[in-house]
């Protein structure tokens, strides 16, 4: 994880949207990175990184998440 001055949204549309996507308000994900998901309450998931570390996905971000997953499946 790293620490910026910039915001959120100004990083998010300089990364390569293939590659990176929002999981929540405060957290741009490598999808690289991406161990396994597991559902968790309120329709939110659990995502676990290769690091060992854990984030929860907002639900506003779920259908984003689900779409990047299938189109990164070649």
Known sequence: ???IKEK???LESK???TKFIRISKSVIANL???DR???SFNGTLC???KSGKKEYVSRNFV???RKALKLNRR
């Open 1 to 3: 994880s790293f620490i």
């Open 8 to 10: 959120l949204y100004e």
């Open 15 to 17: 990364l390569p949207s």
């Open 32 to 34: 690289n990175q991406l």
């Open 37 to 39: 998901f597991e559902p």
């Open 47 to 49: 995502v676990y990184f």
């Open 63 to 65: 259908p984003a998440i």
